[in-house]
């Protein structure tokens, strides 16, 4: 079993910085790839980002290219998400996925979800 649990949330300017993390507990966590996903009140989760185990491969979804940056310490249990630029449309709730693996370049979602932490991006 994994539980997860993100912290990092919370209400920022447009144009500011957040950084979300992940803790993981089970041994789960460091052998497979994790991802980040969203959901905006009215739409459905969305993926935004992942990585696999060692880290060395990461990609994003194309809103957040360029913005996002997903890394792990797997010495920590720990994933984080290094948001830049935040825009309004960025709010959502953000969740962390572990257990997940690559198929290719695709990340396939895993079985374990934390709570989750809200993003609000507004002036």
């Known amino acids: 079993q994994v539980q997860l649990v993100e912290s990092g949330g919370g209400l920022v300017q447009p144009g500011g910085s957040l950084r979300l993390s992940c803790a993981a507990s089970g041994s789960i966590f460091s052998i497979n790839a994790v991802g980040w996903y969203r959901q905006a009140p009215g739409n459905q989760r969305e993926w935004v980002a992942a990585l696999t185990r060692s880290g060395s491969f990461t990609n994003y979804a194309d809103s957040v290219k360029g913005r996002f940056t997903i890394s792990r310490d797997n010495t920590k249990n720990t994933v984080y998400l290094q948001m830049n630029s935040l825009k309004p449309e960025d709010t959502a709730v953000y969740y962390c996925?572990?257990?997940?693996?690559?198929?290719?370049?695709?990340?396939?979602?895993?079985?374990?979800w934390g709570q989750g932490t809200q993003v609000t991006v507004s002036s």
């Open positions: 996925n572990a257990g997940g693996v690559y198929i290719g370049s695709y990340y396939s979602q895993g079985d374990y």
